[in-house]
């Protein structure tokens, strides 16, 4: 059920040593060198925890019963936590708003990262970017309204241009005159990079869009590169592997849990999709790509900062001492979550304690078949139980 998330290949050369210039200055921005104190009063270890959201906390729009509780616990005992999720679609306070009413339980801006969170120093990059992802034209609204981009296009506007684009698409009029800008002109200014931000709405429109964008000619939609050619052109897969503009994705879930019975597809599946269609275009090339998100190790870096520098803002003594990084701010971090294949392997990765629950994605059939990588510390039935062995170790039990 499960697959093993490889390192993406890299962007072409400068578009890569640029973007990641910037997404590390995104991770520096959370480093603080303020000292981290002693353990909470009653505990002999300093210890913090990582949640993954969906199959942890909440499952569709319901909490699950023991999340409050545990959070609650967390902040009693003044134990700093962080929630960490491959989710996203809205803007971060939009999101910390409704998790906050629905687990009952307060929760910081500070504490919250999502899946295109680590995306917002590319605004300085990119002036017209194509977002994907998300119910209506929330997306858009966060790229340019709290990340910065100078415009960013959605589906719809170019939908509503010329709906034979994808003649099959599942907008209605109505949506079409609220969400899609109406002059939206594709030969008048590019495309200067396709950021995924969240799981596509209308999957059949979105893959033929970013595909026409990935292979146009300078990013102007409605054309075609030619270079790329036919599937008989001229074109070698290594010239065609680089498309005509970067493509970043803000997470590789394959799989993610909901209330149905059986994990449904998430953004790692648009991925899929795009790369095997822009293959069956481009004589096999592998498209070029930037993935970010669990489990790979800059989004656990970025939290491992945020986790610090909450830590620093609200639970640190006065009386520490020397900056703290990631082996010696606490004597365990814990990251609690329900996916082998991210929240579990990007853990592991990272040397943090790996506490896998039954409430999501994973059950224990599936656990035979995980490689080395993705089997986690510990196995719990739900997250309480997770806190509760947490809060165990730092008692010295």
């Known amino acids: 059920m499960f697959r093993t ?23 520096r921005a959370h480093h603080s060198s303020a000292p981290l104190g002693a353990p909470a009063e009653g505990l002999q270890k300093r210890i913090a925890f990582t949640f993954d959201i969906d199959g942890v906390l909440i499952r569709g729009p319901h909490a699950l019963p023991h999340a409050a509780p545990a959070l609650q616990q967390l902040d009693r005992h003044n134990i700093p936590w962080i929630l960490l999720t491959n989710g996203g679609g809205r803007s971060e306070q939009d999101r910390v708003d409704g998790l906050s009413a629905l687990l009952k339980t307060p929760i910081h801006r500070d504490q919250f990262i999502q899946s295109h969170t680590p995306l917002k120093p590319l605004a300085s990059k990119y002036k017209r970017v194509l977002v994907i992802g998300g119910d209506g034209d929330r997306c858009r609204h966060v790229a340019e309204d709290v990340y910065g981009f100078s415009e960013a296009v959605i589906t719809a506007d170019i939908v509503r241009a010329n709906p034979s684009v994808w003649p099959f698409h599942r ?40 595909i026409d964008v990935l292979l146009s000619e300078g990013g102007h939609v409605g054309t075609r590169r030619a270079a790329v050619g036919t599937p008989n052109g001229p074109a070698t897969p290594a010239e065609a592997a680089t498309p005509s503009v970067p493509i970043f994705f803000s997470n590789d879930d394959l799989l993610w849990a909901n209330p149905y019975p059986v994990p449904r597809f998430g953004q790692g599946a648009f991925r899929v999709a795009v790369e095997a269609l822009y293959a069956q275009l481009t004589r096999g090339a592998h498209l070029e790509s930037t993935i970010i998100g669990k489990p790979h190790r800059f989004t656990y870096d970025y939290a491992n900062r945020v986790l610090l520098e909450w830590t620093q803002k609200t639970h640190a003594a006065s009386n520490g001492n020397g900056a703290a990084d990631k082996m010696t701010a606490f004597d365990k971090v814990f990251m609690v979550g329900d996916n082998p294949a991210s929240d579990i ?53």
């Open 5 to 27: 998330i490889l390192k993406p290949a890299p962007l072409p050369t400068q578009a890569a040593a640029h973007a990641r210039v910037l997404l590390s200055h995104s991770l």
């Open 171 to 210: 907008y209605t009029t109505s949506e079409l005159e609220t969400i899609a800008r109406p002059h939206f002109q594709p030969d008048q200014s590019p495309i200067d990079a396709v950021l995924v931000f969240n799981d596509p709405r209308d999957m059949g429109a979105d893959l033929q869009i970013v």
């Open 345 to 397: 392997t990007g853990a592991n990765a990272y040397g943090w304690d790996s506490l896998l629950v039954r409430t999501g994605v994973f059950h224990d059939e599936d656990l035979p078949g995980l490689p080395k990588e993705a089997r986690p510390t510990h196995i719990f039935d739900h997250v309480g139980d997770a806190v509760q062995h947490g809060i165990s170790y730092a008692m010295g039990k």
